[in-house]
């Protein structure tokens, strides 16, 4: 267990070294993610001992022609339409763990199973994605349609965090009166990687716990652990 009120680099250490080995024995990327993300909802605590994170996630950028049927029909019935282009990137849930039944399953989602990112003005009206991709430090342009050698520097690169001290009145976080208000969504952090193929991956927490700015900063390093775990499944993504 990792006490979010009094988090420290040992924590932070113990985390990395578990993270990394998440991929030991899945058949997918799927199935490292739901590892994951139900390693941080179970072991991030308080100082009460209760479970910080409301709700956790694993989303991963993917090409809409490599997605499966029932999600493709997902972001055609977001679009009104066929996506312009079958390599549009989509931004796809892969797993969820969360204090309600209806989060702890991907299919359950009602709005994000995969969203489409078919233009830069689109994607960049969707307040926490055009956050997350800022804070991280990517430019928009080269997420969603990246050349090879863009792809092959992004996975190089060490991304900062996306942070949010304050949920509440937060812009870069929706929902705030079905989501945020009544679950007590104090604070937000996530961190993530670019994968060779040039997919973005993140973890977002969502706290019920308020995350300081140093504790913050130093999910950052668990970006290089969960890319080992999920890196050897980039051609075997869904279970």
Same mark, same amino acid.
């Given at each position: 267990?990792?006490?979010?009120? &009094?988090?420290?680099?040992?924590?932070?250490?113990?985390?990395? $070294?578990?993270?990394?080995?998440?991929?030991?024995? &899945?058949?997918?990327? #799927? =199935?490292?993610? @739901?590892?994951?993300? /139900?390693?941080?909802?179970?072991?991030?605590? @308080?100082?009460?001992?209760?479970?910080?994170?409301?709700?956790?996630?694993?989303?991963?950028?993917?090409?809409?022609?490599?997605?499966?049927?029932?999600?493709?029909?997902?972001?055609?019935?977001?679009?009104?339409?066929?996506?312009? !282009? =079958?390599?549009?990137?989509?931004?796809?849930?892969? *797993?969820? *763990?969360?204090?309600?039944?209806?989060?702890?399953?991907?299919?359950?989602?009602? #709005?994000?199973?995969?969203?489409?990112?078919?233009?830069? +003005?689109?994607?960049?009206?969707?307040?926490?994605?055009?956050?997350?991709?800022?804070?991280?430090?990517?430019?928009? #342009?080269?997420?969603?349609?990246?050349? %090879?050698? %863009?792809?092959?520097?992004?996975?190089?690169?060490?991304?900062?965090? !996306?942070?949010?001290?304050? &949920?509440?009145?937060?812009?870069?976080?929706?929902?705030?009166?079905?989501?945020?208000?009544?679950?007590?969504?104090?604070?937000?952090?996530?961190?993530? &990687?670019?994968?060779?193929?040039?997919?973005?991956?993140?973890?977002?927490?969502? /706290?019920?716990?308020?995350? /300081?700015?140093?504790?913050?900063?130093?999910?950052?390093?668990? $970006?290089?652990?969960?890319?080992?775990?999920?890196?050897?499944? +980039?051609?075997?993504?869904?279970?």
């Amino acid at each position: 267990m990792h006490d979010l009120t &009094a988090f420290t680099l040992r924590d932070i250490t113990e985390a990395s $070294a578990t993270v990394r080995k998440m991929g030991s024995g &899945a058949g997918s990327l #799927e =199935e490292v993610a @739901n590892r994951i993300v /139900s390693y941080f909802h179970k072991n991030l605590i @308080n100082s009460s001992g209760d479970r910080s994170c409301a709700l956790v996630r694993f989303f991963k950028t993917h090409p809409y022609a490599g997605l499966p049927l029932e999600l493709q029909h997902f972001v055609r019935r977001l679009l009104s339409g066929e996506p312009r !282009f =079958e390599q549009m990137r989509c931004l796809t849930l892969m *797993a969820t *763990a969360g204090a309600q039944p209806d989060w702890n399953f991907r299919r359950k989602s009602a #709005e994000h199973q995969a969203i489409p990112l078919p233009s830069y +003005e689109i994607s960049a009206t969707a307040p926490m994605i055009s956050g997350l991709i800022h804070q991280f430090g990517i430019e928009l #342009e080269m997420l969603l349609e990246p050349s %090879q050698d %863009q792809a092959t520097s992004l996975a190089r690169k060490v991304f900062k965090v !996306f942070y949010v001290p304050e &949920a509440h009145g937060s812009s870069c976080v929706p929902a705030q009166d079905t989501f945020v208000i009544p679950f007590g969504i104090r604070s937000v952090v996530g961190f993530g &990687a670019m994968l060779p193929t040039g997919n973005l991956f993140a973890v977002i927490l969502f /706290s019920r716990t308020p995350i /300081s700015r140093d504790t913050a900063e130093m999910f950052g390093s668990l $970006a290089l652990s969960a890319k080992v775990a999920v890196l050897p499944f +980039e051609q075997s993504v869904f279970a």
